[in-house]
């Protein structure tokens, strides 16, 4: 097949990329290197998948009407959407912001779609559209009509307008709920890859709350293998969530970091943030029953492979 990944430069997407590569398929990466972060370390995510010559990387916006144009002149089997603003916190201070990219560039894509007749689309959704539900586990089946960010409330809408198109147009949909994913690349406003860094550099911690609200870490592998499976496999409408199904509490995540680089960690506790769930807990047996999905890799494991990367990266 040949696949369109949007944000295929960042932490998911350039190892979907490799991924999709080691399985045979011609690979477009759409990404526009913004500065959310340093662009030179998506720069450097891409070094692999660059030496591929079924890889394509093409610069640019999912909100460039124009380059979408002519990039879906060439054909493709399906299309993976990545590309979105993250972050729970960051989207409080500039909603509207996330609502151009994650709406509008949504739209486009599914536009684009619909006029090429592409006919499988895969969407990277997210844990956070569940709100600040405490009843575990949780299913796809749950109201997400309540979330508690507008990071959260722009992949929930997203959710709604890939339906609409499903519905008008027969485009087939998967829709991907991600549970936390750690792993090597991690992004590093990204809670596990920013405590680690602290550590190392001798910092103390930010942990807001008392240390017991816990998540769903997914490791990176767990994931990909998750996406890669609905996107071989995107039929019909489905929205699956994609965890490690089960929880690790804020505490017991430090505790976890500071063991894989044997460092003792200085804490500085805050009061809970805004925003933030107090809990995420995937039932993934939805997604074992589609796709085959099964999460491999223990927080315990991954955490040792996250660290082994860093202290690389670091030293």
């Not at 093409?58 to 979105?84: R, S």
């Not at 201070?93 to 599914?110: F, R, S």
């Not at 600040?132 to 959710?159: C, L, Q």
């Not at 107090?278 to 029953?289: E, G, L, N």
């Amino acid at each position: 097949m040949k696949i369109l990944v949007t944000g295929g430069a960042g932490f998911i997407g350039s190892h979907l990329c490799e991924r999709l590569l080691g399985r045979g398929h011609q690979v477009v990466c759409l990404d526009n290197f913004n500065n959310f972060y340093d662009p030179k370390i998506k720069r450097d995510n891409i070094l692999t998948a660059l030496k591929s010559p079924d890889y394509t990387l093409v610069e640019g916006d999912i909100l460039n009407t124009k380059l979408l144009d002519t990039l879906f002149e060439t054909p493709f089997d399906a299309v993976v959407h990545l590309a979105a603003y993250a972050g729970v916190r960051p989207s409080i201070q500039d909603p509207q912001l996330y609502q151009k990219v994650n709406l509008e560039g949504t739209v486009n894509l599914l536009e684009q779609c619909r006029r090429h007749d592409i006919r499988k689309f895969v969407f990277a959704s997210s844990s956070s559209v569940y709100g600040g539900r405490t009843e575990v586990p949780f299913r796809e089946s749950d109201n997400i009509m309540h979330p508690i960010s507008p990071y959260a409330a722009t992949k929930a809408a997203g959710e709604a307008i890939c339906y609409s198109f499903h519905h008008l147009f027969g485009i087939h949909m998967h829709l991907l709920r991600f549970f936390t994913v750690y792993g090597p690349r991690q992004r590093p406003e990204m809670a596990i890859h920013l405590f680690a860094r602290q550590m190392l550099e001798n910092q103390p911690i930010k942990m807001f709350g008392n240390g017991e609200s816990c998540r769903d870490y997914t490791y990176i592998d767990d994931i990909i293998d998750g996406v890669t499976a609905s996107t071989e496999n995107c039929n019909g409408f489905e929205v699956l969530n994609l965890g490690g199904s089960r929880t690790t509490s804020l505490k017991q995540l430090i505790e976890l970091i500071a063991n894989g680089l044997n460092i003792t960690p200085i804490i500085d506790q805050l009061p809970n943030q805004a925003g933030d769930v107090p809990i995420t807990f995937a039932d993934v047996s939805k997604a074992q029953r589609i796709i085959g999905y099964a999460p491999k890799v223990p927080i315990e494991e991954g955490m040792r492979r996250f660290c082994r990367w860093l202290l690389e990266k670091h030293v």
